[in-house]
């Protein structure tokens, strides 16, 4: 597995104006901050969907170079997400991510979203991503 | 909350050629089993397509009726499936069903599937269903 | 291309309980028929939603045979669907399918579903499939 | 049906930092341009993930707006995109939406997002959106 640090750093690289970044990476699993700020958020006073579907994206992109190293360039292939309940405007998005299948071909990973520090779910998704012949 | 009996009668009612059969009804939440036989399966030794759709379909169906009650009639409105690994030709398909959001005019929900005794997902759903005004 | 006498073969063996028979095959896309019967039917005189999946997905598999031929065997990896309308209990439904992406790993297509003869589609589907590497 | 400018002076209030701008409005259709600058680019020399998805959401809001006014405000529900190809870093991003549903409390669209000047799709999206009862 490869640390959280390597993986930061290279997210760095990839995403220079994410405001994303890597709490915790496990077996399989990742998860991620957005950090909400003005650009993020909507009239009315919510998190936007782009938002939530970046943070998504990147979270599940950390999960795979976790549990597949950083060679490998995964490229998104579909992102299916539910929109739940209305994200508080002054919390940050946070990505709870696991993969549910890691073939040698085809990644597929699974996003719970939340407004830090509530456990109602915001919105979830799922991603799947191809990993080029190496 | 309604119990399994009323959710298993129900449904025989509802798909009368369903082999599909209630294990476990919770909170927001439901088992189902299909019991797979030849019409379940494919050529090569794998159970096909519509039998997981279906199996995810009636336990979302399940867990609803669970959480809303009989009386108000459920319409599924979008159905997103990806398909991990081959199941067993000679196992049931289990389906763990859980609902992400229940609210006044959609209901959304995340299926789990698996033959039984593996835990290796064969599959993920994720279903979403417009409950009329009543 | 494939012609569609060997597909309609190919399609009888790797299915031989679907009630789905090809109608047109094109460039990057095939025109399939749900022969509706009773088993298709739901309660209330419907057509069912595993129907709806299943002609979507031969459609999708049918329109990949006659693009790369019969020889590699495509996978499906996801099926996106969204119910839009009851479809007519006594009407066949309809399969219109358009290749939208041949990679070499990755096909992903589109299928309008319709009742025969009316043109309000019933249901929209997305399916992706995974080519074997030959 | 509402016209073009108040579409597009709804949509700057609403979303204010949004690169995006409607082309065209048609019966339950219309066509919106992202216009592609630094912010929208990834390392690589491609239009980011986020870029075509806030295209797709902002192209199917704009059709909504057309085809029921500005009066009711629409709340996306689910999007699901599939990427085919590279855009070029360099044209912008066009959305076309079609409407596949208008129902009272629902309506579904697809959108084809294109690289401007380019007939081969780069990605194709679906979004669910509820209406909220008036």
Known sequence: MTNIDEISAFLAREFPQSPCS??????????????????????????????LMTTADVGLYAAILGEIGIVALAVTTSLNINFLRKPSADKDIIGECKLIKVGRQLVIGEVSLYSEGDDRMVAHAVGTYAIPKS
Chains 1, 2, 3, 4 share one sequence.
């Open 22 to 51: 890597v709490d915790a990476i496990g077996p399989q699993s990742a998860t991620v901050r957005y950090r909400v700020d003005e650009r993020a958020l909507r009239p009315g006073g919510t998190v936007s969907g782009p938002t």
